[in-house]
């Protein structure tokens, strides 16, 4: 029974491995492939589709993200008598943690997904192996135009969505809690400085690989049939919203 | 010249192609023939540098490709061009930028000089004016052509076909045959054709290799291969289920 357990663990352990193993060769195979060529064109238009997509529900998540984290600490605040922090407090918090990862899950959510439908389709329909016989490495032409969108737009998006979500927390601190609007936007430069959007950005731009190399990985290993697309979109999502919060708890440490 | 030598391919435990040797000369059109998972699809895959063997060595222009980098194979592979099995169009795409495709990523010929050469080979497939169409609005013959199409738009030596006439009716069957047949005469190319269709074989071939259970057992001239006496042979020549004869 011990040995079986040991067993289980022992392979899981391993399939972790390859599995990340398999990941870095693919994100370093991307890499190699940017300085032989960089397809511009479809760099802009990944990056339109990206933001298209992306844009009415990272308003909307960051918007009531930054109004119930208002909500929540608006009260409290006023109760201690430091209602001329929140504006700095949400600000900080938005900037340094909620933008970014929110952001990211949601591009996961709606980008990841979508890069792993396509590219999981194109395999099982031969038109990687078309890519391949005409002499354009499916790396190069697939993988680093997603990676780059990803890369540039997940932190215009988070910058956006910083914005949003404090606005959105004006609007509760002025009309809900009665803090003026005056003291919430003077607290923001008081206490929050440049190295908290800036690192929040440094996030984003991680998790933007994350999101596109995922997103790619699951497309391209895809099983054959319509399930296996199916199946592949789901780890897809999956994994890359596990390892944004993982990569975030890293990256707050070393950043802040 | 294609050169296929002590050639074999397992997928795990599973061996697909047993010890093949084989060689196709240059501006010949030879067909692959066999039944469903006999190992011909493996084999143009292996010909290709799509998938590498796991024993033998494939000599393509004086080049080994069985283990060959995957940036070498890329060079080499402009000399080639494939038709695949259910086209592999690229479906966000349209009809005229599947053909540019190639001739896009890998020359610096003007937009001018690259729509001549597309509607050129579009009309030589017998698809004048369907540049702007979507892949999805085709039907399967004309995705066959445009694949073809696509396939000759870089000018290669050599056409690899993967079951061309599969999924069309017979007219369109023919169409086809015809259209391969007037490729390598308009172009002098050497063809590879795998197919499951023996009508098609006789048709458009100059020599037919038989792949059984994994094993080469039969390559000659049509006429040739016609006479071979071999059971599972002359099986698949009638068309009958190998069990009744062998």
Not at chain 1, 220 to 234: D, N, R
Not at chain 2, 36 to 43: A, D, F, N, Q, V
Not at chain 2, 59 to 68: E, S, T, V
Request: hydrophobic share 45%; with cysteine; charged share 20%.
């Amino acid at each position: 029974m011990f040995v079986r357990f040991l067993e289980i663990i022992g392979a899981s352990v391993l399939e972790l491995l390859y599995f990340i193993g398999d990941v870095m060769l693919l994100f370093i195979g991307a890499l190699k492939q940017m300085p032989v060529k960089i397809r511009v064109r479809h760099v802009i238009h990944q990056m339109s589709h990206l933001g298209v997509d992306t844009l009415p529900i990272v308003s909307l998540t960051m918007m009531f993200t930054g109004m119930v984290m208002t909500l929540q600490v608006a009260n409290e605040f006023i109760k201690m008598g430091a209602e001329s922090t929140v504006g700095g407090i949400i600000a900080i918090a938005i900037g340094r943690e909620l933008g970014p990862v929110l952001v990211g899950v949601v591009a996961a959510g709606r980008v990841g997904s979508a890069m792993t439908a396509e590219i999981s389709t194109m395999k099982v329909t031969e038109q990687i192996d078309a890519l391949r016989v005409m002499g354009t490495n499916p790396l190069g032409y697939l993988v680093v135009p997603r990676m780059l969108a990803c890369m540039i737009m997940v932190p215009l998006l988070t910058v956006y969505g910083d914005v949003i979500g404090v606005v959105g927390g004006w609007g509760v601190a002025k009309y809900y809690a009665g803090i003026s609007s005056y003291v919430y936007v003077n607290s923001i430069p008081e206490y929050a400085v440049l190295n908290d959007l800036t690192g929040g950005l440094v996030k984003a731009v991680v998790f933007g690989v994350v999101i596109a190399v995922l997103g790619c990985y699951y497309g391209m290993k895809a099983p054959e049939g319509a399930e296996g697309v199916g199946k592949a979109t789901t780890k897809s999502v999956v994994s890359a919203i596990v390892v944004i919060f993982m990569l975030n708890v890293l990256l707050s440490m070393v950043l802040y | 010249m294609i050169k296929i030598e002590n050639v074999s391919m397992s997928f795990g435990d599973k061996k697909v192609l047993d010890n093949i040797n084989l060689e196709i000369k240059d501006g010949e059109t030879l067909a692959i023939i066999g039944g469903s998972g006999s190992g011909k699809s493996t084999l143009l895959r292996l010909m290709i540098g799509l998938d590498h063997p796991t024993g033998g060595k494939i000599w393509l222009r004086d080049k080994d490709i069985a283990h060959m980098p995957e940036k070498e194979l890329d060079e080499l592979r402009l000399h080639m061009g494939m038709v695949f099995q259910y086209s592999a169009l690229f479906d966000s795409m349209t009809v005229g930028d599947n053909v540019a495709f190639g001739l896009r990523e890998h020359t610096d010929y003007s937009e001018e000089k690259i729509a001549e050469i597309v509607k050129e080979k579009l009309e030589v497939v017998g698809l004048p004016g369907t540049e702007d169409m979507m892949p999805g609005e085709l039907s399967g013959g004309m995705k066959k052509r445009v694949s073809l199409a696509r396939a000759i738009a870089f000018g290669p030596d050599i056409i690899f076909y993967d079951e061309p006439s599969s999924g069309l009716d017979p007219i369109m069957t023919d169409k086809i045959d015809e259209l391969i047949i007037s490729t390598q005469k308009r172009l002098g190319v050497t063809s590879v054709v795998v197919t499951h269709d023996m009508d098609s074989a006789i048709h458009i071939a100059d020599r037919i290799a038989m792949i059984y259970e994994g094993k080469l057992i039969a390559v000659d001239t049509v006429d040739n291969f016609r006479r071979i006496e071999d059971p599972r042979v002359r099986a698949f020549l009638r068309g009958l289920y190998i069990g009744k004869e062998a």
